[in-house]
């Protein structure tokens, strides 16, 4: 069974959540009527009824019975306010919460704070500041993370049929993390692919392997492995640093990393700071031939995930899945 036919599967029937805030732009309006009509979960739309219904109805979409939220007609608008204010703890006025409560991707998140919503999909027509912003603010990090990281699906056909699947982080939110925050990146990217049934068998990356070289970037990935190892839970395998080739190449990495539990057969793969990682799983993505899903937002109490700009409409559906499967995740 193909990855996101074993996805849907185990969200179907739940009735998750999901809002989507960017209701008018095309490609959402067309994953949420595809949502709606497989059945996956309930998308809830934010904007004006009228404008949704018409724009859709001239693409040719049918959004019939999907669930619109407008946030000027909202019965609960004065409690969202209330809650914003209160949440925010003396950072906004009341009057500085109605301003920007205006802006779909923070009346969205009050949406999921108030347990309105299980989810938040947005990014399609926003930047992933606009995106991430308020769910810092609002949502904040889940108890016993202190970072939110970014990390991006890797997945490809192989000959027999199965897919081949890796989980790259952080390739999003983190510039430049230090040793303890790259090892906790580690850890939650390991978290994250066991949803998609990924061995949580997780390389730290560098230029060198083993010491093979020295410099304080090789150090801080040593450290963040020795951190990780510690705090690792015992179904995870944990080594570093390592390069590329030690970690994937069965053959390079006995030569480099003998008697390693992750060299040669690493499934998730943690870069030291996000430049290479961006680099990297474009580079799969485009010469690998790989389809990249993401980036998932990790360390969330509660799961908001960020579109490229760039999306098409299949982008929308797939991430509304992961999301959906964040949230299930969380109520265990």
């Not at 996956?40 to 959004?63: C, F, M, T, W, Y």
């Amino acid at each position: 069974m193909a990855l996101f036919d074993e996805l849907k599967a185990k969200i179907k029937g739940k009735q998750t959540r999901i809002v989507f805030p960017e209701a008018t732009d095309e490609r959402i309006q067309g994953a949420a009527a595809r949502l709606k009509a497989d059945d996956l979960l309930v998308p809830i739309l934010v904007g004006n009824p009228d404008e949704i219904h018409s724009q859709a109805k001239d693409r040719g979409i049918d959004l019939s019975g999907i669930e619109i939220v407008d946030p000027d007609n909202y019965d609960a608008y004065e409690e969202m306010v209330q809650a914003f204010v209160e949440r925010r703890k003396g950072k906004a006025t009341e009057e500085q919460a109605r301003e920007m409560l205006k802006d779909v991707n923070y009346f969205g998140t009050m949406l999921v704070y108030m347990g309105k919503s299980d989810g938040l999909v947005s990014g399609a027509a926003h930047a992933t500041g606009d995106t991430v912003r308020p769910a810092l603010q609002i949502i904040k990090t889940k108890a016993g993370v202190k970072n939110v990281s970014g990390a991006f699906l890797l997945t490809r056909p192989k000959e027999d049929g199965s897919e081949e699947k890796y989980m790259m982080g952080d390739c999003a939110i983190t510039i430049s993390p230090d040793a303890e925050t790259l090892a906790e990146i580690g850890l939650v990217t390991g978290e994250t692919a066991k949803l998609f049934d990924v061995e949580p068998d997780i390389a730290f990356l560098s230029f060198s392997t083993k010491g093979s070289a020295s410099s304080p970037e090789q150090e801080k990935a040593a450290q963040a492995t020795k951190i990780a190892q510690e705090n690792a839970p015992e179904d995870f395998n944990v080594d570093g640093e390592l390069q590329f080739d030690a970690a994937l190449v069965p053959a390079v990495g006995e030569k480099k990393a003998p008697g390693s539990k992750v060299a040669g057969h690493a499934k998730v793969l943690i870069f030291p700071e996000i430049q290479s990682g961006n680099i990297g799983y474009k580079i799969a993505q485009r010469l690998g031939g790989f389809e990249a899903i993401g980036p998932i937002l990790q360390g969330m109490a509660k799961p908001v995930n960020d579109l490229s700009r760039g999306c098409n409409e299949e982008d929308a559906y797939k991430l509304a899945i992961v999301t959906a499967l964040q949230a299930g995740l969380n109520e265990n």
